[in-house]
């Protein structure tokens, strides 16, 4: 009980408070709430200190917005200090104390070889219930927990240029999601099409009567098809751009820095939304089969949306960057020449003749795991980024970057699962140096050596996948088995088990 109490004043200490009140959503609570058949939440691992000993407020101040772990993770001071060790990169998962993740979630995760200070990755695991706002009537509903949602939400939050943005992300953006769902939990319930317009109060600013409404019809004879699917897709993508807005009022005041990638999965009756922002990536291994749930969002798999932005706004370029792109840097000498290129509209080339314009630096430059937007950042969607500048200049990039999740879904009632099929998470450190097929190879392996109903067996097979990926030390760093470098970045690594005994309790 002590420790439970410790921890729990710990997590009070790092958390930061709640997030502000925006005008649209006035009552974004302070802590998630949950229905009394699930599980507590576990507290936030405090965070590690400054040093040794006694360290002044301002360096555990920063300390704490620089390093923390996961809540589920439980981390003791030394358990912190482990975590925190480039030399020896052990891998951490939540320990077998018989209280387990939501489905029996399987979790690891390690440092870095040295990239950065600090684990830069943040994960979450939450079962949230959302209360209605309102009922579909317009009349104020008295508070019932029976006539809410509950949804389960795991969070990978891959960290850039500091730690804070992934740790406020991890923190809040469930939250947020949450706060969006409250007006669709009547409408999600009802087997009818949603309707059109929720009622607004008589007389309340933004009512009006229909009746007064004149225009043409013709081309409004029959109304779109609005499905409750896309209903939650849309409130995943509102959630985003609430959560990047936040980072970008607070950024200054709580040490918000850097920026982070984002792989969020949300179940709600009986769909599994898989949201994307960044290079983190989320398969599904369902007998054998891969099943991709994401993409990467690059400099190169974006470019052309990259190329429209800079074509129609120059002035976002400074007059430092073109938005063309070459096979490589145009030299002064080339002026008056044809060389090849390509613009926002081609994905094939072609030639045109050399302009003084053209000698800028391209907009979109490098190739593979090296490319970068204005030579500076390689990811082109996330949150956070807010005080990004090209080097050596005051030129912004975040107008580049953009917040919003690409979430695709996948409905679990359509299959048979059995309890081998998983849906993987990971942050780019395992996808850099392991495919989707050694990915799946893997999952074979792990959970044949395993009982069907051993709930360890996902927690097992996770660690596996980062141990496969950080590889082994030797004299020339972190080597896997074929002798090629292994991931130096931050892993981490959800394995989500979406059949089997206890999987939709």
């Not at 740790?167 to 706060?179: C, F, G, K, Q, T």
């Not at 990638?261 to 949300?266: D, E, G, Q």
Request: with cysteine; net charge neutral.
């Amino acid at each position: 009980k002590l420790n439970r109490v410790r921890s729990a004043v710990a997590h009070l200490v790092s958390s930061g408070g709640a997030p502000p009140s925006r005008p649209k959503s006035p009552d974004l609570p302070n802590a998630t709430s949950a229905p009394p058949a699930a599980p507590p939440q576990a507290p936030r691992s405090p965070p590690a200190r400054a040093g040794s000993g006694g360290a002044a407020p301002a360096r555990t101040v920063e300390a704490r917005a620089s390093f923390s772990r996961p809540t589920f993770l439980q981390l003791s001071p030394g358990g912190l200090r482990r975590a925190d060790d480039h030399a020896g990169r052990a891998v951490q998962s939540p320990p077998d104390t018989g209280r387990r993740l939501p489905w029996s979630t399987g979790y690891a995760e390690v440092i870095n070889a040295g990239k950065s200070r600090h684990n830069e990755d943040q994960a979450c695991c939450e079962v949230v219930y959302v209360e209605g706002r309102r009922s579909v009537s317009g009349a104020p509903r008295e508070p019932s927990r029976g006539q809410g949602l509950c949804f389960y939400y795991w969070g990978l939050f891959d960290g850039h240029a500091g730690g804070g943005a992934a740790e406020m992300a991890s923190r809040l953006l469930h939250r947020h999601i949450r706060e969006q769902l409250k007006d669709l939990v009547e409408i999600l319930q009802d087997p009818l099409p949603p309707p059109l317009c929720l009622p607004s109060t008589p007389g309340a600013p933004g009512s009006s009567d229909s009746s007064q409404l004149v225009g043409p019809q013709s081309c409004w004879s029959s109304q779109k098809e609005v499905t409750h699917e896309s209903l939650v897709v849309g409130a995943i993508e509102n959630a985003f751009q609430l959560m990047d807005e936040q980072m970008a009022r607070e950024r200054r005041g709580h040490q918000v820095e850097g920026g982070c990638c984002a792989l969020v999965v949300v179940y709600l009756l009986g769909k599994v939304y898989v949201a994307n922002a960044g290079d983190s990536r989320a398969i599904i291994v369902r007998n054998g089969e891969i099943i991709p749930m994401s993409r990467e969002f690059t400099p190169e798999t974006e470019r052309q949306r990259l190329q429209l932005l800079g074509f129609l706004k120059p002035e976002l370029l400074g007059g430092e960057f073109t938005h063309l792109e070459f096979p490589r840097r145009v030299q002064p000498k080339e002026l008056g020449q044809r060389m090849l290129y390509r613009d926002q509209n081609m994905t094939g080339w072609a030639y045109k003749k050399i302009e003084l314009e053209d000698l800028r630096f391209p907009l979109v430059c490098g190739e593979g795991k090296k490319a970068r937007v204005m030579a500076t950042i390689g990811v082109t969607r996330g949150l956070g980024d807010h005080n990004l500048r090209v080097c050596s200049s005051t030129l912004p990039i975040k107008p580049f970057l953009s917040c919003f999740p690409e979430v695709r879904v996948y409905d679990l009632t359509q299959y048979e699962h059995c309890p081998d099929d998983v849906l993987v998470l990971g942050t780019d450190g395992l996808w850099d140096v392991t495919s989707d097929c050694e990915v799946a190879a893997t999952v074979d392996r792990v959970l044949s050596a395993y009982e069907p109903n051993d709930p360890s067996r996902y927690t097992a097979l996770a660690q596996a996948l980062v141990l496969g990926a950080r590889g082994t030390p030797r004299d020339r760093g972190w080597r896997l088995p074929n002798n090629k470098l292994g991931s130096g970045d931050d892993i981490s690594v959800f394995v989500i088990p979406l059949g089997g005994p206890g999987s939709y309790s």
